[in-house]
Every structure is written in C-alpha cells, then in structure tokens.
C-alpha cells in the first residue's frame, strides 16, 4: 500500500457531512478562534465547485453581501467544519458553475428540484412535462 494512501486513509480526520455538489445551497457552520475564545460562526451561499479528492478536497461557497460577492474556499476535512446543513438542491448542468460570477439579480438564480417537481404536476403540455420530467430523471441519476 502507498504510504500517502495509508496517512490518508488512516490518519486524516474525516467528517460526516451530507452530499452536496455544484448549484446547492449550503449553510457552513464553523468556529472561529479570537484570542482565548472560541465562537461558532456560519457562512451560507451557493456551492460553485468541489474539487481534488480525498484528504485535499475542497469546496468553494459564493453569497451575495449587499452587492458584493464574497466566495470562501473550504476544505472538506477542517476540523473547524461543525456541520453543513443543506438548504436547497439546485439543478444545475455543470460541475463548475463560474459563469455564475457574471449574472444578476434573477439571472443568477438556480432552479430547485422540488420546482421541477411543481412544474410536472400542474401542467397539462406534453411537451413541457416530457422535459421536466427529463430534468428530475437527470437529477435522480446525479
């Protein structure tokens, strides 16, 4: 066995977080460290990207603060992750969504799965049933 294979496999503290990918939204809660005392803080936005793959994996979270967006790099092992709590499952087509970055107001909104969901059951159109009904098959199968 390879001895960087062992290390991580045995010696990296692993988290229990829930599944998350691109397009979701996430609340991150976290400590922070001022001097002698310790707080809990929690950052929420929108998963752009999650990247590398074991002990090194990291994830990148986007909000909106008034009309500034602040992005904040993650690792998926920091022993300062408390939990993640998964607001909304987004549909997205990329495992990247940087194109986010460039939109605006309601062009930088992501569909939910549950509005899929809405959309199938009260519409009567063949062919908008046959679409949504493929988007939730895609999303089933992510």
């Known amino acids: 066995m390879d001895l960087v294979q062992y290390v991580n496999d045995e010696l990296v503290a692993k988290n229990d977080l829930p599944d998350f990918k691109a397009g979701d939204t996430i609340t991150v809660y976290y400590t922070i460290r001022e001097g002698a005392k310790t707080r809990t803080q929690f950052f929420r936005g929108t998963v752009i990207q999650r990247r590398g793959s074991g002990a090194t994996e990291t994830f990148t979270i986007r909000k909106m603060s008034g009309n500034v967006g602040v992005e904040r790099v993650m690792p998926i092992n920091s022993p300062a992750i408390e939990k993640i709590e998964v607001n909304k499952r987004g549909v ?14 309601k062009k930088a909104r992501i569909k939910e799965r549950s509005h899929l969901e ?24 992510a």
């Open 92 to 105: 997205v087509r990329r495992g990247r969504i940087f194109y986010l970055r460039a939109l605006t107001g």
């Open 118 to 141: 809405r959309i199938y059951t009260s519409t009567s159109n063949k062919a908008i049933r046959k679409r949504v009904a493929f988007f939730m098959w895609l999303m089933a199968n």
